[in-house]
């Protein structure tokens, strides 16, 4: 425990009031302090040596010792808060004002209103100058800035911007461009690919880019115990040929090799760093400063071979979810709005600018893979599908949900009618020939789509079968353990962000683990073929593999999703990537504007 902690426990418990002498004795302070009585003797000595307190030891046993609080309750309380915040302890401030702010000045509204006025605070001022530093808050903890173990969306968009991929792909499946690499070729036979490197390229540590940091990055990533290792598994070795060159040798043909490279897990780390201590440097706009689960501090990096970030930080900040319809969003410069948060939460605000973009679609991935499961009955599977009236879904729950999904072309996005045939879907449970009432299945899902789930089981309950919601943590389903022990998975594929996250799924992750040996084999050979150049393009691969999955029942499509944010007019060049994350390189801020409003 902090001490600033311990004397506010002191003084609440002992019931004190400022600059009035108290009597404890020596066990109600090991009682209140939860420590032995050499640690109460060493906390009591600390506060006297910062003059919060006067502490005058009983003179033996028996006898009572004298403490006069000199450090005001409320004040001290606002630091310990606000400390807690700082350090990314957001749940645990709320819980200390609950607990000590009652009947003070302090209390949880005058908390709520600081914090309100921190995250809207841009500019935090030094003797020297003053930093532009935007606060978000987000309502999901960050589970891991490391590039080989990043999977979902806001842990991958935070990958993006302190670490960087030897080329980058537009928008939309665009052209590759070189960002690491400035130039590089396929061999004929499409097993051979030669890279070229960019000089003056340095690492937040500041040493210079070698060919060595990535055969290194990629060798790393090779590692059956990353989560993204099936990115380079058709790599069989990489040579070195000079200091800014380097040549991979492919196990099969591959001439879209790009897209893997191109993909943020696929970036490249500083191998000195993370031989020497561990640590994952990259040479993106922004460095890591701090990550926890709860906090993210990325700095600019003055040096970065591109244009410097306008903004000098960025900090994302975990808020329990519970609290997050406290916060007041007008006091903030950005707000990403997702379905973690009650509605009224994400009311729109008079004169802010509102972004939306369609990134992906909810799915229902349906376990096949072992033979004790009931899903692989195939009428079953069908049954479900034609049960479900997505568009009575879509707006019964509204908000994030744009239209019903038959697939993952997100081009057609509400333009097909959604499968709901009750009456097939009946006959199809017949045929499975399951006795009427005794389908019992497990679903298993994170809490941004918990509504979605307990709507489902409620849909499916009319029709006799009972589906047992289970909300996991983020971290949790990326067990595949624990995923195949569902029978259903509910979880959202960001397809806007490109061909890559469909094949991500289907060859190493949620939908992977449900299919059979031989719905796997077919899909494998279509990207086979992709890869190898026999597809006019992603489309095609899209198709096929969406025609798969729909031919077998294998995955269930429910609703297109899009991704919300709010930006104040004082914040300029905000754009929403189809990750689902705002850009946070390109941001600005203008405190002019304010002046003038606010004159």
């Avoid at 080989?148 to 928008?171: K, N």
């Avoid at 077998?552 to 300029?572: D, G, M, Q, R, T």
């Amino acid at each position: 425990m902090h001490l600033l902690h311990y004397y506010l426990e002191m003084y609440h418990r002992l019931g004190a009031s400022l600059s009035v002498p108290v009597k404890a004795g020596s066990s109600e302070l090991e009682g209140i302090l939860y420590c032995t009585k050499r640690n109460v003797r060493h906390i009591l000595h600390k506060m006297s040596d910062r003059e919060w307190i006067v502490y005058t030891a009983g003179g033996g046993r028996g006898h009572r010792s004298t403490i006069i609080f000199l450090l005001e309750y409320e004040a001290a309380l606002k630091q310990a808060a606000g400390e807690l915040v700082q350090s990314g302890r957001v749940e645990e401030a709320f819980r200390l004002v609950e607990r000590h702010g009652h009947g003070t000045s302090f209390n949880l509204g005058s908390f709520i209103e600081w914090l309100n006025a921190y995250f809207g605070t841009p500019l935090k001022h030094s003797d020297e100058d003053a930093l532009e530093v935007l606060r978000l808050p987000l309502y999901r903890k960050m589970l891991t800035a490391d590039p080989a173990q990043a999977f979902y969306g806001l842990d991958i968009h935070i990958v993006s911007q302190v670490f960087e991929t030897l080329v980058v792909q537009g928008e939309d499946e665009g052209e590759f461009v070189g960002r690491l690499a400035h130039h590089w070729s396929c061999s004929t036979e499409g097993t051979r690919w030669r890279f070229d490197l960019r000089k003056g390229i340095f690492f937040h540590q500041g040493r210079e880019l070698e060919a060595e940091d990535v055969q290194f990055s990629l060798e790393r990533l090779m590692d059956p115990a990353h989560l993204q290792c099936w990115l380079v598994e058709n790599i069989k070795s990489i040579h070195i040929l000079g200091k800014y060159k380097l040549e991979l040798i492919l196990k099969q043909p591959n001439f879209r090799l790009l897209s893997y490279l191109s993909y943020p897990p696929a970036s490249i780390v500083s191998r000195n760093e993370f031989n020497r201590s561990g640590k994952l440097v990259g040479t993106g706009p922004f460095r890591l400063a701090y990550h926890t689960a709860n906090l993210c501090r990325l700095e600019a990096f003055d040096h970065y071979s591109g244009h410097r970030t306008l903004l000098d930080r960025v900090e994302l900040y975990s808020i329990p979810e519970h609290e997050g319809t406290r916060l007041d969003e007008r006091h903030s410069l950005l707000r990403v709005h997702t379905d973690e948060l009650h509605p009224e939460s994400s009311r729109s605000v008079p004169d802010w600018t509102q972004h939306k973009k369609l990134t992906g679609c909810t799915v229902l991935t349906l376990n096949q893979s072992q033979k004790d499961k009931l899903l692989t009955l195939q009428p079953l599977r069908e049954a479900l599908n034609q049960l479900i009236d997505r568009s009575r879904m879509v707006a019964e729950l509204g908000r994030s949900r744009h239209s019903t999904s038959q697939g993952f072309n997100l081009e057609h996005a509400g333009q097909q009618p959604a499968d709901f045939n009750p009456v097939y879907g009946r006959e199809l449970l017949e045929q499975s020939g399951l006795p009427s009432g005794k389908l019992r299945l497990q679903l298993l899902t994170y809490g941004r789509h918990e509504s979605d789930a307990r709507w489902l089981s409620r849909e499916f309950e009319s029709y006799g079968i009972t589906l047992d919601v289970r909300v996991v943590a983020w971290e949790e389903l990326l067990q595949s353990s624990v995923r195949k022990e569902a029978d259903l998975i509910l979880y959202e594929l960001l397809i806007g962000e490109g061909i890559i996250r469909l094949i991500e799924s289907v060859k190493s992750h949620f939908i992977r683990d449900h299919l059979q040996a031989e719905q796997i084999s077919r899909i494998s050979g279509l990207i086979r073929s992709w890869e190898q150049g026999h597809m006019a393009g992603a489309e095609e691969l899209l198709a096929g593999i969406e025609a798969v999955l729909r031919e077998e029942s294998a995955v269930l499509f429910l609703a297109n999703k899009i991704i919300c944010c709010s930006s104040s007019p004082y914040l300029h060049h905000v754009r929403l990537h189809p990750r689902g994350w705002v850009d946070f390189k390109e941001l600005w801020y203008d405190p002019a504007i304010e002046m003038e409003s606010s004159g």
